[in-house]
């Protein structure tokens, strides 16, 4: 009776397995049930299963990790020459799976390709964002380590008064947008002819992160090397836009999302192989590899300089083949 009356239980699923496992173990320590009539059994039962698988679908809806999905397809498409704000920019084209735009690409991560939003919440109506393809530098702060949780609709009402602060690298003067997505909320400006495509964003994420991205400060520019096409990447541009975004990354997380100190802090540059280091007008090296990357932590907003984030330029100088002892920001 007992064995059929578990097996019942097991069928019910993890709330039904857990009722029967306790009910086993008591049994087993020869716990005195209360004597109950039969119709309240049935009663607590029921009541315990619905307990038990609540619990489990509120543990499985807020830890679950995200699901990669199909990535989507992206058209890269040439401005003209003298368009100073960009070189490549995308949109949407097919979902294919089977196309890899990055390694390693999972919709959840701020980087090309990534839809910030498929619905205009303030319009009301359909509308794609999509981060534009080409080459980015990266700001990311994260919790160390994670010990809150916000709503997207938290996390919308801090960042849209205090915007300026959220804006992506390299974007002064350009128009923001800011809403609710999927992920959290995120700030991002668009291209001035296409409203789907977005040169830089920033994604705040439920769990306190905060990820930003510009495809801009990377582009194609007329130089001393005499073509159009010449690839760089431009040190101080780069030093000053990482600059500023930590500062203002930082200050919202420690003041709106009164985040712990020290935070982790991630600076990047990715999809720049063969483009060449651009130093006081000089252009010298080759980038090795696709990106450079470097993590540190940082105990407050107030301490971010050009030694914070020498460490990345360091390393892209490194990747470019240059001497350590020509770096110019001290060794």
């Excluded at 709503?151 to 003067?173: F, Q």
């Excluded at 959290?184 to 920033?202: E, L, P």
Aim: glycine share 8%; net charge neutral; hydrophobic share 45%.
């Amino acid at each position: 009776m007992e064995l059929k009356f578990v097996r019942a239980l097991v069928g019910l699923g993890v709330p039904g397995a857990a009722l029967g496992v306790l009910f086993l173990l008591f049994q087993g320590l020869h716990f005195q049930f209360s004597q109950i009539g039969p119709e309240w059994t049935a009663f607590i039962a029921v009541l315990y299963i619905l307990i038990v698988g609540a619990i489990t679908l509120y543990a499985l809806h807020r830890w679950a990790p995200l699901r990669p999905r199909g990535a989507r397809g992206i058209q890269l498409v040439e401005v003209a020459e003298n368009d100073a704000s960009h070189a490549l920019s995308a949109h949407a084209a097919t979902e294919n799976p089977l196309l890899a735009l990055n390694a390693g690409f999972v919709s959840s991560d701020l980087q090309p390709g990534f839809e910030i939003i498929s619905f205009d919440e303030k319009a009301g109506r359909a509308r794609s964002v999509v981060v534009a393809q080409g080459p980015w530098i990266s700001v990311r702060i994260s919790p160390n380590p994670p010990s809150s949780y916000w709503k997207d609709t938290e996390l919308y009402e801090m960042a849209e008064p205090v915007i300026d602060l959220l804006a992506p690298p390299n974007s002064a003067g350009r128009h923001l947008e800011c809403q609710r997505n999927r992920h959290g909320a995120a700030v991002w400006i668009c291209r001035g002819d296409n409203v789907h495509v977005a040169m830089g964003a920033t994604q705040i994420y439920m769990y306190g992160e905060i990820r930003s991205i510009d495809t801009t400060a990377l582009h194609p520019h007329r130089s001393a090397l005499g073509s159009p096409n010449a690839r760089s990447i431009p040190f101080e541009a780069i030093e000053a836009a990482l600059i500023d975004t930590t500062h203002r990354l930082a200050t919202f997380a420690f003041t709106r999302l009164k985040l712990a100190s020290p935070i982790e802090v991630t600076l990047g540059l990715d999809g720049a192989e063969r483009f060449r280091l651009c130093y006081s007008g000089r252009y010298e090296g080759w980038m090795s590899r696709p990106g450079a990357w470097v993590q540190f932590r940082l105990a407050n907003d107030t301490t971010v300089t050009a030694e914070t984030v020498a460490p990345l330029l360091r390393e892209i100088w490194s990747v470019c083949g240059l001497p350590s002892a020509r770096f110019p920001r001290g060794n």
